[in-house]
């Protein structure tokens, strides 16, 4: 968590705070990096930023009988609040905020599955965990 103060906001009006995620460390992602806040006189306002901490993925995910997970398939980390990933053509997923271990699910149409993971010892390129899921 980290906090700051931002001055010269205009009161009355509405201002945009802004947030470099180039400045973040790598394993912190925000879902928006943009926050309007219209401030009163004298006031002190929060411009909250939803941060996801955790380690970030690109997992290639494959049923049971061997076959691809469907394309647009929601992905979900499993007691983590926020968005869901979706599975691309390649029935590849990329996710943001793991824990070391944990579990996904998988939805597409009336059908779901879950997939249990464990990060691999080593990160591939630029700090992106490479690995493969099994849904069951």
């Known amino acids: 968590r980290g906090d700051t103060t931002?001055?010269?906001?205009?009161?009355?009006?509405?201002?945009?705070?802004?947030?470099?995620?180039?400045?973040?460390?790598?394993?912190?992602?925000?879902?928006?990096?943009?926050?309007?806040?219209?401030?009163?006189?004298g006031a002190v306002v929060e411009a909250k930023f939803h941060t996801r901490i955790g380690a970030r993925a690109l997992m290639t995910l494959k049923r049971e009988d061997g076959s691809a997970i469907p394309f647009g398939a929601q992905v979900t980390v499993n007691g983590q609040d926020g968005s869901a990933a979706l599975v691309d053509t390649d029935s590849q997923v990329y996710l943001t905020g793991l824990a070391d271990k944990g579990e996904l699910t998988v939805k597409w149409g009336a059908q779901q599955c879950r997939v249990n993971y464990q990060l691999p010892a080593h990160k591939g390129i630029a700090g992106l965990y490479q690995m493969s899921g099994l849904c069951r």
């Open 6 to 41: 931002v001055g010269n906001l205009s009161v009355y009006q509405e201002n945009t705070v802004s947030l470099d995620p180039s400045r973040l460390p790598d394993d912190a992602e925000v879902t928006q990096t943009d926050v309007r806040v219209v401030p009163t006189e």
